[in-house]
């Protein structure tokens, strides 16, 4: 079984470690030894360390390694849209098996890649796509295809999971948390992917495609990131008993027409300390489904980093290979279900809401009168000192309102603190935030 590994960075040098270091187990489990065919890299002088690679090997000619007739199966840990699609595009189409980690490009035109693996014959796994070593979307496509998937949430950013932890523990604001995960290397250089919820989109996308048996794609999810979450925000989160997390949510639902829908979206939400999800720290990931007949599921465990995300990518590579050699390929994808996504607007979700107010007769009832305008229903309000807990102006006659939603559609919540934020009486608003989990 020949391979080519297009890539050779964080991922792909860890890849050749485990292929070397596991050569014999990988050949029993396979039922043939695994060789490198060739390693298409952009810089064929680039330092590789201790890596014991034949140099020969490496090649800046990718597209020529996977036309190699001895190429069986192709790796792609690249990442990017182009060049890694018209590569993976050509391999799939020449009926060989492909193996990806790359999430941006199974967002952004999955169905090219689907499309060309049909053609072709070959498989397409990409479990190190989301969440990195976890083992979460053979699940989705294979354990859990018995049962009915109504719920994703996750936590599947490792980077920005850590800011909002050290946020959560230290009391630090967005800036400063984003310099330390910069310098113990969980940041990149540029952190745009990450803490404006790219990343944690492309993986939503890929996760509610296999759970609800449609083609989802990046544009399809309400994306927000965690730059304009503040310490107070979080400090409004504790005095809940709450933590603040980037989540991924994709959910069933019905629209007001009966008809099955999608909702999928990413944002920072308020979770209570006892969710399962608020006690996944540091740059971990983690996912909870619910299913009809299995109830509630978590995987957990490393979502990035050279090692766990090859451990991942092996584990399709031995999967494609035995495929192979036993003539069979993977169920293809499963999009049958079409069923359309809501826009965010419609999505059901609870808002809490911290105000500045004048402290006089009337603005409660004024507060209230706005909520009830846009037909949301207030669960709890509290109220206290000016300055506390939202860090607001501290002036003698203000006072803080704390006000928590049950579920309402998404753009009445929106347009209801909009209308907040024009009122005399409210001096300003301090934090506004989703509430997930049963708060
Ligand atoms: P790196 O940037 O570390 O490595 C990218 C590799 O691709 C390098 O070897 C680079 O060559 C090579 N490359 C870039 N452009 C070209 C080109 N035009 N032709 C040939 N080779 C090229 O990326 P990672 O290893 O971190 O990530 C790889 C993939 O895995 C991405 O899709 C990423 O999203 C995904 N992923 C990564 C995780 C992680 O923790 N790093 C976790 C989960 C998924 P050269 O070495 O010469 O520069
Ligand atoms: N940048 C990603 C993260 C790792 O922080 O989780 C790759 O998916």
């Known amino acids: 079984m020949r391979l080519a590994l297009l890539g050779c960075g964080t991922v792909g040098q860890e890849v050749v470690r485990?292929?070397?270091?596991?050569?014999?187990?990988?050949?029993?489990?396979?039922?043939?030894?695994?060789?490198?065919?060739?390693?298409?890299?952009?810089?064929l002088g680039?330092?590789?360390?201790?890596?014991?690679?034949?140099p020969a090997l490496f090649t800046t000619d990718a597209l020529s390694l996977i036309k190699r007739d001895d190429v069986d199966v192709v790796v792609e840990v690249v990442g990017g849209i182009e060049p890694a699609r018209g590569w993976l595009v050509e391999a799939l189409r020449a009926g060989k098996s492909v193996v990806t980690a790359n999430k941006a490009l199974l967002a952004e035109d999955g169905v090219a890649l689907h499309d060309a693996a049909a053609e072709g014959g070959?498989?397409?796994?990409?479990?190190?796509?989301?969440?990195?070593?976890?083992?979460?979307?053979?699940?989705?496509?294979?354990?859990?295809?018995?049962?009915?998937?109504?719920?994703?949430?996750?936590?599947?950013?490792?980077?920005?999971?850590f800011i909002l932890s050290a946020m959560d523990a230290t009391g630090a604001g967005f800036a400063e948390a984003l310099e330390e995960a910069t310098e113990l290397g969980y940041a990149e250089a540029d952190p745009t992917a990450d803490v404006e919820g790219f990343d944690a989109a492309a993986k939503a996308a890929i996760l509610a495609s296999l759970a609800f048996h449609t083609r989802v794609g990046a544009a399809d999810v309400h994306r927000e990131g965690i730059t304009e979450v503040t310490a107070a925000d979080m400090a409004s989160a504790q005095a809940m008993g709450c933590t603040i997390k980037l989540l991924c949510i994709a959910a069933r639902g019905v629209d007001p027409t009966g008809r099955e829908t999608v909702s999928v979206r990413v944002h920072p939400a308020m979770i209570p300390r006892s969710h399962p999800l608020a006690s996944v720290g540091d740059a971990f990931n983690a996912v909870f489904v619910e299913a009809d007949a299995a109830g509630q599921l978590m995987f957990y465990g490393r979502g990035a980093g050279g090692a766990p995300t090859a451990s991942a990518v092996l584990g399709d590579v031995v999967a494609v290979a035995r495929n192979r050699l036993a003539g069979v390929r993977a169920a293809s994808e499963s999009a049958y279900a079409d069923l359309s996504v809501r826009p965010m607007g419609e999505a059901l979700t609870r808002y809490h809401v911290s105000l500045d107010v004048a402290d006089r007769p009337g603005v409660l009832a004024a507060v209230a009168g706005v909520f009830a305008r846009h037909d949301v229903s207030i669960a709890t309000v509290r109220q206290g000192s000016a300055g506390g807990?939202?860090?607001?102006?501290?002036?003698?006659?203000?006072?803080?309102l704390v006000i928590v939603t049950h579920v309402a559609p998404d753009a009445a919540l929106a347009a209801t603190v909009g209308e907040l934020r024009g009122l005399d009486i409210v001096r300003s608003v301090t934090s506004v935030l989703r509430v997930e989990g049963g708060v």
Do not use: C, F, K
């Open 18 to 43: 485990l292929l070397h270091e596991q050569a014999t187990d990988l050949t029993a489990r396979i039922g043939a030894p695994l060789e490198i065919a060739g390693i298409a890299v952009r810089r």
């Open 122 to 161: 070959g498989d397409l796994y990409y479990e190190a796509s989301v969440a990195g070593a976890i083992p979460l979307l053979r699940p989705l496509r294979e354990s859990l295809h018995g049962d009915r998937i109504n719920r994703v949430t996750g936590i599947v950013n490792g980077t920005t999971n």
């Open 46 to 54: 680039r330092d590789r360390g201790d890596l014991a690679v034949d």
């Open 389 to 400: 807990s939202g860090g607001g102006t501290g002036r003698a006659d203000d006072a803080e």
